[in-house]
């Protein structure tokens, strides 16, 4: 933002305009509310709080009851903040004396991007009298104490029910718990021109088609199944195959031409039973799954749903990666709990490996790696897991990380409460791997299916149960084609 900030200035937009935009972008969020009558806008001493003097100003301007006060010195104020305060015609109270219950409505104006460290003290004490006031707050920027590049609470921060920032989203809107401290996000535009991005080449994005639908397969007119790829899911024994069937079910529905289920013997009466579409195959052991494998044609693997953990799924691994693309899920990721370096030596191998690990699964995996598990937020360890393995990292949760080793994430937005259910991650990996088969690069694979999931989740709605997820990409395909033809 440092950098918009200086290109729109250097393209002649002065930074005081740029601040006057933002206020009055505030201020329009606010009269918004129902019964604004008494507004309680509460600045701090920096440019947040500078956007908080323009939003007062505004706002009385209006013709609405606005109280102002700051936290620190007036006469500490400097550069656009400092001029925004000179131009409040209004009282500028002391904070510890003013009663939160007469407001209708809080500003939180007090710290946005530049917050340095942990709240304490006197800043701590305001932010917790706004938490436990139960009005409603309109945070600028950022509600105060969130740190935008981590998504994570710094001392302590306010519920906002909604939070206006300008041009564009930042991390910490995204990732939990910032995510769901802002509330609403409305995203101002305050004259900062597009063209800023081509110069700062931002690196982190917003999980939606744009980010990946030059990389989608529309089936062509002249295609057909042989041209769309052959996945090929591994499954466990009978009593854990379910998994295996999800994410078959998955790869099918996400456009693979051709899905083979790999099941042990004993399980092979289950898969007769569930989709015709999806070819099964005796294969007990990596021996046999070898056997399998001599057709290259077969060009995607996925592995780990319900396959049980330890060396025969190892070995497995090993017999399935070189030259092919992969999917690892599940145990076939615990199968290499503290030993991140052997499954980095699976992608280089690879055809091009994505890995889809939940919270816990990931922890186990960088046992004993600091520098991915400790890293500052839920982006930068994704982003460190996948330069440590050279591959793709799905990193899944309510925000769930997507990231690339040359340093491309991006965070997913989409998924609905209800998808954390029973088989879910199962489909996931089945429709990444189908995505894969055809031929998609797996950056944009990994992209897309955690976006499509999240989608096809919401096509089946509330109730949902994993099994609806492959059927509720239908829906979702329908729409999908549809706009990139005619895009
Ligand atoms: N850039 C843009 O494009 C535009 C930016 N705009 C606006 O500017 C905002 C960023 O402004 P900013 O850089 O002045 O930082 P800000 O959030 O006001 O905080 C800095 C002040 O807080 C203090 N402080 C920090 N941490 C603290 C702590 N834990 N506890 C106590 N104090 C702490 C810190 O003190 P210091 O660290 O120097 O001691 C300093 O005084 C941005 O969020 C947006 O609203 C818009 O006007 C439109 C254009
Ligand atoms: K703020």
């Known amino acids: 933002m440092a950098r918009a900030d200086k290109f729109a200035v250097e393209m002649g937009t002065p930074s005081m305009t740029l601040m006057d935009r933002a206020g009055t972008a505030v201020a329009d969020a606010v009269a918004r509310y129902p019964y604004p009558t008494r507004i309680l806008v509460l600045c701090g001493p920096g440019n947040n709080g500078g956007d908080g003097f323009v939003a007062a100003r505004v706002l009385a301007q209006r013709g609405f009851k606005v109280r102002l006060a700051l936290l620190g010195d007036r006469d500490k104020l400097t550069g656009d903040a400092r001029r925004a305060a000179e131009r409040w015609r209004g009282a500028v109270e002391e904070p510890a004396a003013v009663d939160l219950d007469e407001a209708g409505v809080i500003v939180d104006a007090l710290f946005g991007a530049g917050l340095a460290r942990d709240l304490d003290g006197a800043a701590r004490a305001l932010v917790e009298r706004m938490a436990q006031s139960g009005k409603p707050i309109v945070a600028v920027d950022l509600p105060s104490g969130l740190d935008g590049a981590t998504g994570k609470v710094r001392g302590a921060a306010a519920q906002a029910v909604e939070t206006v920032t300008f041009f564009r989203r930042k991390p910490g809107h995204l990732l939990e718990p910032g995510r769901s401290l802002c509330g609403r ?122 396959l049980g953990g330890g060396e025969q799924t190892r070995a497995k691994i090993d017999v399935a990666a070189p030259g092919r693309r992969l999917v690892l899920d599940a145990d076939a990721l615990t199968s290499y709990e503290g030993v991140p370096w052997a499954l980095a030596a699976v992608a280089a191998c690879s055809d091009g490996l994505i890995v889809t690990p939940h919270e816990g699964e990931f922890a186990r995996m960088f046992r004993g790696d600091g520098e991915v598990l400790e890293a500052p937020s839920k982006l930068a360890r994704t982003r460190a897991a996948a330069r440590r393995l050279g591959a793709v990292v799905v990193l899944k949760g309510a925000d769930t990380v997507i990231a690339h080793p040359d340093g491309r994430a991006a965070i997913a937005e989409n998924a609905p409460a209800y998808l954390a259910t029973a088989g879910a991650g199962d489909v996931l990996a089945g429709i990444a791997g189908g995505l894969l088969a055809q031929g998609m690069p ?39 084609y549809a706009a990139i033809e005619k895009a």
């Open 185 to 306: 996000v409305r995203v101002a535009d305050i004259g900062i021109p597009d063209e800023a991005l081509e110069a700062i080449r931002p690196q982190t994005f917003v999980d939606m088609p744009a980010l990946w639908r030059d990389a989608f397969l529309v089936p062509a007119a002249g295609g057909h199944k042989y041209s769309r790829g052959h996945a090929v899911v591994v499954s466990g024994p009978a009593w854990t195959s379910g998994a295996a069937r999800l994410s078959a079910r998955g790869a099918l529905r996400a456009g693979a031409g051709l899905v083979t289920i790999a099941l042990p013997r004993d399980a092979l009466p289950l898969q007769a039973a569930s989709y015709a579409a999806i070819m099964p195959r005796p294969v007990d052991g990596a021996g046999e799954l070898a056997e399998l494998l001599a057709d290259r044609r077969l060009n995607t693997v996925v592995l780990g749903p319900g």
């Open 442 to 480: 797996p950056f944009e694979a990994a992209c897309a299916a955690v976006w499509l999931h999240g989608e096809a989740a919401r096509e089946a709605g509330p109730g949902l149960i994993a099994d609806d997820l492959p059927e509720g990409l239908r829906g979702v395909y329908s729409r999908l």
